[in-house]
């Protein structure tokens, strides 16, 4: 299982860390996990997130 914590994702996926860690609060990232005061989230995760065009709309800036 590759999981990454939220500094590396926001990079990986062109996002910034306040807004995945935000949408990580919420819930929306189904099974990511606050371990030692870090959010991390399977890679999968994240790319099915970012598949979906309504949740990519608030997760990157408009262009």
Known sequence: MAFLNIEQAAQQFGTSVHTLRAVAKSGKLPGAKKIGGRWFV?????????????LVAEARPAA
């Open 42 to 54: 399977h890679c999968a995760t994240l790319e099915r997130y970012f598949e979906s065009p309504a």
